[in-house]
């Protein structure tokens, strides 16, 4: 399925599942970087505003520590401790209590959060999407969650070909940190697969296989 397709099976399924508490409903989007875990939410808060609810989200990139910091204390991205975890449950909370937040977009770039933020209203579903969106500190947990993965032949081929098309790296450069990234997804990123609801297998034209 496409990724359009995938958002309405989700869609689908979230919204069966009885409700456990009040407040907003939380979907987790986790999995590898390149995997279409951003396009996903976008389209998911579209189709669920189509639906007559009201949905919001942003990424847990938004909590990562400065890349100076991390850098400094030798932390790859992957890794829990780049995040900083504690602010991204206080701003959970205050959503799950109907307060709206205003959350810094991570820039690539800068390497750090962008000095203007967004307000990231509360409603009935909240979208939460990144490498660490399934991350311990979340408790209580998602209702319902996802994760994107495939094999590691076709992870590395989609990392490289977004490095070079939406980063501007040369191949050699695309490729040159795949290694070391794939090491450090499947230490810190991979196991919490088995905490997901669903999982998704994509291919490399962004074809999704729910299991």
């Not at 977009?105 to 979208?127: A, S």
């Amino acid at each position: 399925m496409n990724a359009q397709q995938l958002v309405e099976s989700l869609t689908d399924e979230l919204l069966a599942r009885p409700r456990s508490e009040p407040g907003p409903r939380l979907l987790a989007l986790c999995g590898w970087a390149d995997t279409g875990k951003t396009t996903i939410a976008r389209l998911l808060i579209a189709h669920l505003r189509q639906r007559g609810l009201q949905a919001d989200g942003f990424s847990t990139d938004s909590f990562l520590l400065e890349r100076a910091e991390r850098q400094a204390r030798g932390l790859s991205g992957y890794d829990p401790r780049s995040l900083n975890a504690a602010g991204l449950v206080q701003a959970l909370l205050a959503l799950r209590q109907g307060d709206p937040v205003t959350i810094r977009p991570y820039c690539n770039r800068l390497g750090r959060q962008l000095e203007e933020g967004r307000l990231v209203q509360t409603g009935d579903v909240l979208v939460l999407e990144g490498i660490h969106a399934l991350h311990a500190s979340l408790c209580p947990g998602p209702a319902f969650s996802l994760f994107l993965d495939a094999d590691d032949a076709v992870l590395s081929w989609l990392r490289a070909q977004a490095n070079q098309h939406k980063r501007g790296m040369s191949a050699d450069q695309a490729r040159a940190r795949i290694p070391e990234e794939l090491r450090d997804y499947s230490q810190h990123v991979r196991p919490q697969r088995r905490h997901a609801h669903r999982m998704a297998r994509v291919d490399m034209d962004y074809h999704y296989h729910l299991t």
